[in-house]
């Protein structure tokens, strides 16, 4: 899908009392010497959503690379950049623009403005299913931004203290003038939820392409958002609505599918993507130099194929991620870690929540379903546990191993702590440790400093 046409250039800058981009789009309501074009009709709109470059490529990266499934050695961090090494070592870093607080801005900023002007055309039956398929697109967009921007930025949802836990800004308008202030945790899941749950009434089963979002993107994006809360039967519910419209699974076996020793094993857009999203570019030494996790890396069974298609040799003899679902469309093109919702996830939220139902053997039989694709074909004995906890666990150790550097990790271990997982996360380098004890303050990673200077908002506490 090309990302515009008609010269649209959308060039994002931060706004400072906004905290997010100022727009010098050819589609602002804006008259100049230079006859910046007024977005006036449906298509207009279309366009400025299918700014691919802002609007699928802006996830938030930070908690990934905050999170525990790698190491680096102080010479590979020596070569990354301020935010990262101090990212890494959980410090206080006061880093201005560009940033994942920027970058989540964006797409609610385009978001808010295409829902302005969509409110002045009238809706007909002529124009319904393209004006809906837009509501729902701008509705999702900002739904996924506010989603990945708590995570990282705001406390774990606990219905104890989520009506007091500072959250993020609930941006409604395009304009400028308006001042921005921070919304509970709680105010703000409920308005992406509400949100979504009407995207879902507007968006189409299936997209024409996976770069745009559909009904089945967003019953994804539910689901994500209740497992992070802990709802386990709304997240079972929307899981399961997703597998209802899509369930198709990569068999690892399949060399049409998967090439196992490629350096690029996957397809592009390969057929397990429900939404594609890639995050900022700050997570990029993920997929390229981060030293993998030696224990985790030894937890693949040797008949998992997992193992040959996520890995390969790295740094020092340490093993490297190579498994990306974000594929380049060619050797000049720099791709981020997949931030998108995929068929894989879904079935391991769904067993997830089914095992902590209790409902054994359909937990199991997602797990099953999913490992066979993934061991060598005949090599894999399906589960078959009866108790509750040790199939919880099961899941909770599969959904980390297949999900790698997607970042969902920093929220997992953020939510999984509040229900007593007792995640200590350690770094040592040139012979200092680093520690984040569980449910620490630096969960909710701070916000960039010139954002709480030119707003006044309070910072996250260190």
């Known amino acids: 899908m090309k990302n515009m046409k008609r010269g649209l250039s959308i060039i994002l800058g931060i706004i400072g009392i906004l905290l997010l981009h100022s727009s010098c789009s050819k589609y602002l309501d804006v008259q100049s010497n230079d006859g910046l074009v007024i977005p006036r009709s449906l298509e207009d709109l279309q366009k400025l959503l299918d700014n691919t470059l802002k609007m699928n490529r802006g996830i938030g990266s930070m908690g990934e690379i905050s999170a525990d499934d790698y190491f680096m050695e102080q010479s590979v961090l020596d070569m990354q950049t301020d935010i990262d090494r101090l990212n890494y070592t959980w410090r206080n870093n006061q880093y201005n623009f560009s940033n994942d607080w920027s970058a989540g801005y964006g797409p609610v900023y385009i978001s808010n403005l295409v829902l302005e002007r969509l409110a002045r055309i009238e809706r007909t ?16 967009g900002k739904s996924n931004q506010y989603l990945s921007l708590l995570w990282n930025y705001a406390k774990a949802f606990h219905s104890m203290t989520a009506a007091s836990d500072l959250g993020i800004v609930l941006r409604n308008s395009s304009d400028m003038n308006v001042k921005s202030k921070r919304s509970s945790v709680l105010a ?3 308005a992406l939820l509400d949100d979504l749950r009407k995207a879902v009434t507007l968006l189409p089963q299936t997209s024409t392409h996976v770069m745009r979002p559909s009904k089945a993107a967003a019953y994804g994006l539910l689901a994500r958002a209740y497992l992070s809360m802990a709802k386990y039967d709304s997240a079972y519910y929307y899981a399961d609505k997703m597998l209802q419209i899509k369930d198709d699974l990569m068999d690892f076996n399949n060399p049409a599918e998967v090439d196992l020793i490629g350096t690029n ?13 890639e995050q900022t570019s700050n997570g990029t030494p993920l997929i390229r130099i981060a030293q993998m996790d030696t224990l985790l890396y030894h937890s693949y069974d040797t008949n998992d194929l997992r193992k040959q298609v996520y890995f390969k040799t790295g740094v020092n003899g340490y093993h490297a991620f190579k498994g990306n679902y974000a594929v380049a469309s060619n050797a000049w093109e720099t791709v981020s870690p997949f931030g998108g919702i995929a068929v894989d996830e879904i079935y391991l939220i769904r067993a997830e929540c089914l095992a902590r139902a209790g409902r054994l053997l359909e937990a199991q039989a997602d797990l099953n379903k999913l490992l066979a694709r993934r061991y060598k074909k005949g090599a894999f004995t399906p589960y078959q546990l009866t108790v509750a906890k040790d199939v919880v666990d099961l899941t909770l150790r599969e959904r980390r191993k297949e999900l790698l550097f997607r970042g969902l ?5 953020k939510r999984l702590n509040l229900e007593g997982a007792n995640i200590r996360q350690r770094r040592f380098l040139d012979g200092n440790e680093y520690i984040l004890e569980p449910n620490a303050n630096r969960y909710a990673l701070p916000l960039p400093d010139d954002i709480i200077r030119l707003t006044g908002m309070e910072q996250n506490p260190l």
């Open 188 to 190: 703000c899941y409920n």
């Open 409 to 413: 990790r920093w929220m997992d271990i």
């Open 125 to 140: 039956a002529h124009n319904a299913v393209d004006y809906d398929r837009i509501q729902g697109t701008a509705l999702f």
């Open 265 to 277: 094993p996957f397809l592009r857009y390969n057929k397990e993507i429900v939404g594609y999203y």
